[in-house]
T-cell receptor, first 113, second 113 residues
Framework: GEDVEQSLFLSVREGDSSVINCTYTDSSSTYLYWYKQEPGAGLQLLTYIFSNMDMKQDQRLTVLLNKKDKHLSLRIADTQTGDSAIYFCAESWRGGATNKLIFGTGTLLAVQP | NAGVTQTPKFQVLKTGQSMTLQCAQDMNHNSMYWYRQDPGMGLRLIYYSASEGTTDKGEVPNGYNVSRLNKREFSLRLESAAPSQTSVYFC????????????FGPGTRLTVL
């Protein structure tokens, strides 16, 4: 089946940029997503990108998509302590009557003051 | 607009006990999902319901049953709980169209002793 991979941990200093990487395997995915999970909370949708796009920018967030290498990245500019969380990438997979999401294992982002 | 709500927030069971996790959404979404989240494994799909009246197995359905009670509500039942079912359970919903963004509830933390 599909397999989405992420590095487990990233540590940055406050004010620096963070780059979280993700590798996916299903080239037919139409949408790719980034979710954020704060401690003890559910998943919050951060942003998504359509598969025919190379880049999407939304305020401090920049998503880059390299379809040839099946590589997705999330860049957070001017990282703040409030950005400390687990970040999940997910690819959508159309199987049956609805789309399903395949999640990566999550990257824990630790922001040092 | 509450979005996706789940009850209970926490539960402790003994091996062999049964319980039902409740989920409701007020976004008029067609599709609903149940996931479990375990350390280092991301989120894995247990069951989903593409539309009212239908349910299908996901990646890890063994030991669980679901009921799509109506368009708003989708419950997950553990008939005979096992320690391996200790996890955090998330419910999600989506419109069910091509851009299938899923919105998550806050989760239920279940411990089976």
């Amino acid at each position: 089946g599909e397999d989405v991979e992420q590095s487990l941990f990233l540590s940055v200093r406050e004010g620096d940029s963070s780059v979280i990487n993700c590798t996916y395997t299903d080239s037919s995915s139409t949408y790719l997503y980034w979710y954020k999970q704060e401690p003890g909370a559910g998943l919050q949708l951060l942003t998504y990108i359509f598969s025919n796009m190379d880049m999407k920018q939304d305020q401090r967030l920049t998503v880059l998509l390299n379809k040839k290498d099946k590589h997705l990245s999330l860049r957070i500019a001017d990282t703040q302590t409030g950005d400390s969380a687990i970040y999940f990438c997910a690819e959508s997979w159309r199987g049956g009557a609805t789309n399903k999401l395949i999640f990566g294992t999550g990257t824990l982002l630790a922001v040092q003051p | 607009n509450a979005g996706v709500t789940q009850t209970p927030k926490f539960q402790v069971l003994k091996t062999g006990q049964s319980m039902t996790l409740q989920c409701a959404q007020d976004m008029n979404h067609n599709s609903m999902y149940w996931y479990r989240q375990d350390p280092g494994m991301g989120l894995r799909l247990i069951y989903y319901s593409a539309s009212e009246g239908t349910t299908d197995k996901g990646e890890v359905p063994n030991g669980y049953n679901v009921s799509r009670l109506n368009k708003r509500e989708f419950s997950l039942r553990l008939e005979s709980a096992a320690p391996s079912q200790t996890s955090v359970y998330f419910c999600a919903s989506s419109a069910g169209r091509d851009r299938d963004t899923q919105y998550f509830g806050p989760g239920t933390r279940l411990t089976v002793l």
